[in-house]
């Protein structure tokens, strides 16, 4: 099982929650669910789901905040392109009054690696496949325009695959290698279980990836998207939770705190 949140939470009342999305069919996507489920519990001023590209966008839903104090959680995979441009977009935004908490990604919270084991078991429990015998592929987007798109997956392949649990565990990405095509060639294990490193159920998520493991043959399931998991939520707000760590200081623009950040998690191996 995937650890929960504390039972205990603590309470932003004075400050507003921006969930951003890099968007899908013009909207925030599973971005609006996960910030619609944190606002039922009441704990901030404001909770806002928005999109770097779609709508509402990324200054417009910073522009309606009326709270003095507001944390933004990218609901990203990676630290990779998308999460540049948004940095390059708040460096515009003009209300120099507020006080703005760059989160981490929640594809970088540490327990995000136990939640892709769970779904790639239930997956494998569900088709009789004993895990000894199953690979998990963990599928992300993956890109050659910025160095840490894949680092993050890796990450938790990694850390899966210490726990043996699984026959083989492997990275594959649609748009940069190794692809899909080219992990699956290398696996020996007779079944497969993807699990997407997605946000949403786009034409990636819900058919490039499908696609792509039938061209590869064999035994084969795809959980989906891991963003659209109802324990998503708690994630972002763990990524709240430890948003402080990020500040370093008053002078500090939210792209010098995150490279400082990033160095910590990374080490001085960002491609592991």
């Keep these: 099982m995937v650890p929960r949140a504390p039972a205990i939470e603590p309470v932003w009342r004075d400050a507003a929650l921006v ?6 069919r013009g909207g925030p996507g599973v971005a609006a669910e996960h910030a619609a489920t944190i606002a039922r519990r009441a704990l901030f001023a404001e909770v ?15 522009s309606r905040v ?3 104090v507001v944390y933004l959680a990218p609901l990203l995979m990676a630290e990779g392109f998308t999460l540049r441009a948004m940095l390059t977009c708040l460096e515009t935004f003009g209300r120099r ?5 760059l ?11 136990a939640l892709l084991a769970t779904k790639a078991k239930t997956a494998a429990w569900h088709q009789g496949w004993r895990l000894r015998d199953t690979a ?4 992300g987007h993956g890109t050659t325009r910025h160095a840490q798109a894949s680092a993050t997956a890796r990450r938790h392949a990694a850390e899966i695959a210490a726990s043996s649990a699984f026959a083989e565990v492997v990275t594959a990405f649609l748009d940069q290698s190794p692809t ?3 992990a699956t060639a290398r696996l020996r294990a007779p079944r497969r279980v993807a699990v997407g490193l997605l946000v949403d159920r786009g034409e990636h998520g819900e058919e490039d ?5 039938a061209a590869a043959g064999g035994s084969a399931v795809y959980t989906g998207p891991i963003g659209g998991d109802p324990a998503i939520a708690d994630l972002v707000l763990d990524q709240v939770r430890t948003a402080e760590l990020l500040a370093g200081g008053p002078s500090q623009s939210p792209r010098e705190a995150l490279a400082l950040d990033r160095t910590a998690f990374f080490g001085s191996d960002p491609g592991i």
């Design 136 to 139: 998990l592929l963990i599928t």
């Design 66 to 68: 009326e709270a003095p």
């Design 103 to 113: 989160c981490r990604p929640v594809g970088r919270h540490p327990r995000l690696a």
């Design 180 to 182: 899909i095509l080219e």
């Design 97 to 101: 009054h507020l006080d703005l908490r």
């Design 48 to 62: 806002h789901a928005c999109a770097h590209k779609g709508e509402p966008e990324l200054l417009a839903a910073l």
């Design 19 to 24: 969930v951003c999305a890099h968007g899908i």
């Design 209 to 213: 990836i499908p696609r792509l493991l």
